[in-house]
């Protein structure tokens, strides 16, 4: 996966990305006047994840890049679905990102008076018009993509009319579904979003800002593209799935005759072993899978950060997997990947034992404690050393020992010796076992007090170097080992009548507890570790300094293959 990384000069001469094409030829001819002018819309009705941090980081850089702005917009124009919850979270998260939009926060409902008004112009044009038809007679009427809708019977009511029933609807007098406001182009178009699309529905529904002001509300493709042009959006950014909407962001605008943005459509970022859709994500929330929006199994940026993901790590992913025109599916190993990269430049080290067995050094004074010096991140000398106690009874990981080892396990075993890392090398001379089950629980070595690491006499060498805390100076934690959410590649298109909720993997979360050095005991929420020769570790908002909590990001290398060789 290394060659994945991009280089810093790499970075700064690549090739354009078709959307910096387009902006950089419009800038040539002159299209908005050198203007560059970006904006990230999300919908208050879920918490954003991976692939919104893509949008962002697109629409944010490429603000950046072209000396421009970038506006951080609410479409908030269903009140059913919303909430300030949702509003909060996504500040947040754009924030933590790294990115900034400065005093242009903006939200769809800010111009409902103004979309409102536009309405009105479309049916003074006799291009809209109130139609009583329900949900599902407008549904059955539209037609295939091979079949022409028919026309509403409400189609042919004058400009006078839909004035007042307009108007009506607004005052509330109707209930909900008993009208619509709808578009009057064309039930013949090829382009199904062109057959008289609905703008405005009744819904008697407090707003989350507006409160009760209003009882009708604009749909998101009406009020989509008219809140660009009134911010004077140049280019607006959409995720694919848009494309065929484009015909009509332009038609109503053009219609409108007010100014016109520029939409242009990327592939959407769809992640392997990963779920993408926000109403999937929100039953895995509701039914309980999941512990909430922010478990770290979830794709939510906070989840994310929850687990322990840097937003330098989730920005150099969306800088490597790039801009594409058609959709395409990305190795959730490269995330994976981008994560282990930062952690290794920043995270300090630590000794800590996760499936602890006992050691005694027979031939160790019984109450000596030597401060050993071990550095705590040699990617980074400026992070200096620390001081790791060392004692006559020690901790290691029961999977470094074996009775009887195969060829090539070069760990501790009887009659072998091996480094305890920043420490001394020793020897196993015997084991205890519990008379009942047979289970190892003490080795018994000796070591040599001429290899204590960092002596200039200390130049013998083995092959085995192993981790290890000192019993009486450990501290326990509680460890949670996280692992990918669903045991299939594509958990969105599953096979054989089933649903994504049948591959989620019910390995995803292990608990464990694990023996750490004392140096631990500073740790604060959101630290990140390297544990050596573990894993990658980050404190958890659960922690406390009584009861130290750790969440695995990302193992040391990408095993997921080669477990599921074994399977």
């Known amino acids: 996966m290394a060659e994945n990384k991009l280089p810093e000069e790499e970075k700064n001469t690549r090739s354009l990305n078709f959307i910096e094409e387009i902006i950089e030829e419009d800038n040539r001819i002159g299209v908005y006047n050198g203007r560059v002018h970006t904006r990230f819309p999300p919908e208050p009705n879920g918490y954003l994840h991976i692939g919104h941090a893509k949008s962002i980081c697109l629409n944010f850089g ?33 924030k933590w990102l790294g990115f900034d939009w400065e005093d242009r926060l903006f939200y769809a409902s800010d111009y409902f008076g103004q979309l409102y008004d536009y309405a009105v112009i479309l049916i003074r044009k006799g291009k809209a018009y109130v139609c009583d038809m329900t949900a599902g007679e407008i549904g059955e009427t539209r037609g295939s993509p091979t079949r022409p809708g028919s026309e509403s019977l409400f189609r042919s009511r004058s400009v006078e009319e839909n004035i007042d029933l307009f108007t009506r609807m607004r005052l509330g007098e109707f209930p909900d579904g008993a009208k619509v406001l709808r578009a009057k182009i064309d039930m013949a178009s090829p382009n199904m979003h062109m057959r008289d699309p609905v703008l405005y529905r009744i819904l008697h529904t407090s707003h989350h800002r507006t409160g009760d ?15 660009d042009s009134i911010e004077r959006i140049t280019h607006s950014i959409c995720t694919l799935e848009f494309e065929v909407h484009r015909p009509l962001y332009d038609w109503f605008i053009r219609e409108i005759g007010i100014y016109s943005p520029r939409q242009i459509e990327f592939a959407r970022l769809n992640v392997t072993y990963t779920i993408m859709s926000k109403r999937k994500l929100l039953e895995l929330v509701r039914d309980g899978n999941v512990s909430g929006w922010d478990d770290p199994r979830m794709p939510t940026i906070c989840g994310l950060r929850r687990r322990g993901f840097t937003p330098a790590s989730i920005r150099n992913f969306a800088d490597i997997i790039g801009v594409a025109k058609r959709d395409n599916v990305i190795d959730v190993s490269l995330l994976e990947f981008c994560i282990r990269e930062d952690l290794n430049k920043s995270a300090n080290r630590l000794m800590a034992v996760l499936n602890p067995v006992r050691i005694v050094i027979d031939n160790y004074p019984d109450d000596l404690v030597e401060d050993m010096e071990s550095v705590n991140n040699p990617e980074d000398e400026s992070k200096g050393k620390r001081k790791l106690p060392f004692s006559k009874s020690l901790f290691i990981e029961r999977e470094d020992f074996m009775e009887e080892p195969p060829n090539k396990f070069f760990r501790l075993a009887p009659g072998r010796e091996v480094r305890l890392k920043a420490a001394y090398i020793i020897r196993c001379e015997s084991v205890a076992k519990d008379p009942e089950t047979g289970e190892i629980i003490e080795i018994h070595c000796t070591y040599d007090p001429q290899t204590r690491s960092g002596m200039p006499e200390s130049n013998r060498k083995v092959k ?20 990918r959410l669903f045991t299939i590649e594509n958990p969105d298109d599953p096979e054989n009548g089933k649903t994504y909720k049948d591959y989620l ?29 573990t894993g990658y570790f980050s404190v958890d908002k659960d922690s406390t300094p009584e009861n130290l909590v750790f969440n695995r990001v990302v193992p040391l290398k990408d095993s997921w293959s080669k477990v599921e060789k074994v399977k």
């Open 213 to 227: 002001q209003w009882c009708i509300y604009p749909m998101y493709d009406f009020a989509h593209g008219q809140s």
């Open 505 to 533: 993997n019910p390995d995803s979360l292990r608990i464990s507890s694990a023996m750490i050095e004392p140096t631990v005991k500073n740790a604060v929420i959101l630290d990140k570790y390297q544990f050596e020769r």
């Open 62 to 94: 490429l603000g950046k890049k072209y000396n421009g702005k970038t506006n951080l917009r609410f479409d908030d124009t269903n009140p059913v679905k919303e909430d300030t919850e949702y509003v909060d979270s996504i500040l947040e998260d754009v």
């Open 464 to 483: 085995g170097t192993l981790h290890w805390v000192s019993e009486k100076h450990a501290v326990k934690a509680e460890i949670r080992l996280y692992d």
